[in-house]
């Protein structure tokens, strides 16, 4: 997946086309475009068989622009970064931001294809795909645009798994505002993925990653909690946040955590992937808990 920044800050989980797909587009689009070229310039050819050749080189070399070069770019500016072959492979032109292209984006696309597509061979713009992180061509590079994937398969594997329900609640006190976005996005992606894992190797990661979380929020978890449950706990807390700050907490408003109007670590949003749905759970107010007098943990080991 590709971190896409919106305007919003808001971060999106995009996955990029890569070549296969791109190249299979690419093939049925130019079947497209050079079937109707051919058919166009039949029927100038007939109409225009009086005229001389500098008359009919024009009328091929106008051909040429309108439908070749024209065509696509008007293809990709009415339906907003979807041509037919995109369509048929399920992949999309948008904006680095993740939004939809305008006429700059596919006039520069456009542009910079005959150059890399038509005139090479689609050598350029290959090679161009394999040396880029996420795929790009250089149409992609100069007019700021990335072609992701639209129909991305969706399995139960990819969902976050529930908290424990005797863990409602456990950490409504915990300050999460230090936990980086990025360890945000290993955990879930740990959780989403743990049962795919050979045993012995998903409880290491979850060790570990419960150690990290473990020191950036500087508390120590609950006696006798799994790493797993503690870390689908946490994460299950965050969402809660989350949920009561965009839907349902006013200005003003006491929160879990006892901070008034404010939710603690609700600017830490990880990020949000497109087409799974947040699984929340319901906020719990639990009183405030005497301050612990041990020093903060240094590994977290899950009980025999």
């Known amino acids: 997946m590709s971190g896409v920044v919106t305007g919003d800050a808001v971060v999106l ?18 079947v497209v475009i050079w079937a109707v070229y051919m058919g166009i310039t039949f029927g100038l050819l007939m109409l225009t068989v009086s005229l001389d050749e500098a008359a009919l080189a024009a009328v091929s070399v106008a051909a040429f622009v309108l439908v070749l070069v024209g065509g696509p770019i008007a293809v990709e500016t009415l339906t907003h970064g979807r041509s037919l072959g995109k369509l048929a492979c399920g992949l999309r032109v948008v904006r680095d931001d993740g939004g939809p292209i ?6 520069v696309r456009g542009a910079m294809g005959v150059v890399e597509i038509l005139m090479t061979f689609g050598v350029v713009a290959v090679i161009a795909s394999l040396v880029s992180e996420r795929g790009r061509r250089l149409g992609d590079v100069f007019a700021g645009t990335l072609v992701v994937r639209e129909r991305v398969a969706s399995s139960a594997g990819m969902v976050l798994p529930p908290a424990p329900p005797w863990l409602a609640g456990r950490f409504a006190g915990l300050d999460l505002s230090a936990v980086p976005d990025g360890l945000w996005l290993e955990i879930r992606q740990y959780l989403t993925r743990m049962r795919q894992l050979d045993p012995a190797i998903g409880q290491r990661m979850a060790e570990r990653l419960a150690n ?43 929160v879990a955590g006892g901070v008034p109007g404010a939710v603690p670590g609700a600017g830490m949003g990880m990020g949000v992937s497109v ?17 612990d007098p041990r020093p903060p943990a240094t590994g977290f080991a899950p009980p025999a």
């Open 212 to 254: 990290e979380l473990v020191a950036r929020t500087g508390a120590l978890p609950p006696p006798g909690v799994p790493a797993t449950a503690y870390l689908a706990g946490v994460v299950a807390e965050r969402q809660a946040r989350e949920a009561r700050r965009a839907f349902a907490a006013p200005v003003g408003a006491p």
């Open 13 to 30: 989980g995009l996955q990029p086309a890569r070549l296969p797909s791109r190249a299979l587009a690419l093939v049925i689009d130019l």
């Open 275 to 291: 087409g799974v749905a947040p699984q929340v759970s319901a906020p719990v107010v639990v009183p405030d808990a005497p301050a």
């Open 102 to 107: 305008r006429f700059r984006h596919a006039l």
